[in-house]
């Protein structure tokens, strides 16, 4: 069987875009924002400043930093 051609081209602008990264950046910042889907609000400083987040994305946060951790 035949290996397959590497594909060659520029690095990073043009496979993060087909990556599709832009959009779930831009989504990742409205669940930021959005009071009404956030299940955990955060209230920070003096100034009571409420911060909505979400618990699965933290969760997938908690285990990618263990992951790290455990690698170093």
């Given at each position: 069987?035949p290996?397959?051609n590497r ?15 832009p ?7 409205r669940?930021s924002e ?8 955060f209230?920070l ?7 909505y987040?979400h618990r ?15 690698s170093?």
């Amino acid at each position: 069987m035949p290996m397959a051609n590497r594909v060659t081209g520029t690095c990073c602008t043009a496979s993060v875009e087909r990556a599709g990264l832009p959009g779930l950046l831009r989504d990742l910042q409205r669940l930021s924002e959005d009071q009404d889907s956030a299940d955990i609000v955060f209230i920070l400083g003096t100034s009571e400043e409420k911060v909505y987040a979400h618990r699965i994305i933290l969760v997938a946060s908690l285990f990618y930093a263990d992951e790290v951790a455990g690698s170093s």
